[in-house]
């Protein structure tokens, strides 16, 4: 009985597991599919936030010159690019994404379409204008 119920447990923790948003993800260059870029997501509260960890794409230097406010002039490695997501059904709302490329702000979904296949969408104003890109998870 006692190994049925840890069995059970590895299970459930398992599956959970495989649930989350939280941990590393690789993006792809849409036209050419090149990596692009190492994002970690992480839980801070019953908030979700976004940073890049690695850009594979630009020298470790570079640094965000098109944001605004606080963010401009920040190094692309380490800079916050999603904020305040919160978790709703299978859909994470409510919150922002930054594309460090041109400095704009959208706002932003994501939706856990398989355990390691992450859908992100930036928008503005309604969801159906934006666009979505597909996150990878680092295995």
């Known amino acids: 009985m006692k190994n049925l119920f840890f069995l059970l447990l ?3 923790s398992f599956i959970s597991y495989g649930q ?5 993800w690789e993006t792809f260059d ?4 090149e990596k692009k870029a190492l994002i970690e997501i992480y ?3 019953d ?7 690695n850009s594979y794409k630009s020298d470790a230097d570079k640094v965000c010159e098109n944001c605004k406010g606080s963010k401009k ?3 692309i490695r380490g800079l916050v690019i999603i904020e305040d997501i919160k978790k709703d059904g299978d859909e994470y709302n409510d919150g922002t994404i930054l594309d460090p490329e041109n400095g704009k702000e959208y706002k932003c ?7 390691n296949k992450l ?9 159906l204008l934006g666009r979505t890109q597909y996150w990878i998870r680092k295995q």
């Open 10 to 12: 590895m299970i459930v």
């Open 20 to 24: 989350t948003i939280t941990g590393q």
């Open 30 to 33: 849409e036209e050419t599919n």
């Open 43 to 45: 839980k801070t509260n």
């Open 47 to 53: 908030t979700y936030f976004a940073k890049i960890v």
């Open 73 to 75: 002039g920040q190094k």
């Open 109 to 115: 979904y994501l939706e856990l379409e398989e355990p």
């Open 119 to 127: 859908k992100v969408r930036g928008y503005l104003g309604f969801s």
